[in-house]
Nanobody
Framework: QLQLVESGGGLVQAGGSLRLSCTAS????????MGWFRQAPGKEREFVAA????????DYIESVKGRFTVSRDNAKNTVYLQMNSLNPEDTAVYYC???????????????WGQGTQVTVSS
């Protein structure tokens, strides 16, 4: 099982950008699909993006398509989430996740990170 540590969250104005990073410890990083979820206050945790081990298969929630880009560097055991054109609706705690397949749900996650806060001001 992987241990995941996120970084890169913070406060940004609407229209700005942030890049989240998630570094995994463990030898089996390549075995996992890596993804990002987010949870806003009073809402359920929702899937945001996922990427398979080759990086050639990605998936995004509709509301972030064209604005967010997920990528991974297997040599560094790290997955990234580049977030552009941020808006206040993107405000949430963002969680890194490792799972068995590209169809990620909060119920089939093997490992979670601790979360990093992203706040977008209007």
């Amino acid at each position: 099982q992987l241990q995941l540590v996120e970084s890169g969250g913070g406060l940004v104005q609407a229209g700005g950008s942030l890049r989240l990073s998630c570094t995994a410890s463990g030898r089996t990083f390549r075995s996992y699909v890596m993804g990002w979820f987010r949870q806003a206050p009073g809402k359920e945790r929702e899937f945001v993006a996922a990427i398979n081990w080759t990086g050639y298969i990605v998936d995004y929630i509709e509301s972030v398509k064209g604005r967010f880009t997920v990528s991974r560097d297997n040599a560094k055991n790290t997955v990234y989430l580049q977030m552009n054109s941020l808006n206040p609706e993107d405000t949430a705690v963002y969680y890194c996740a490792a799972g068995p397949g590209i169809q990620m749900t909060s119920r089939n996650i093997a490992s979670w990170g601790q979360g990093t806060q992203v706040t977008v001001s209007s």
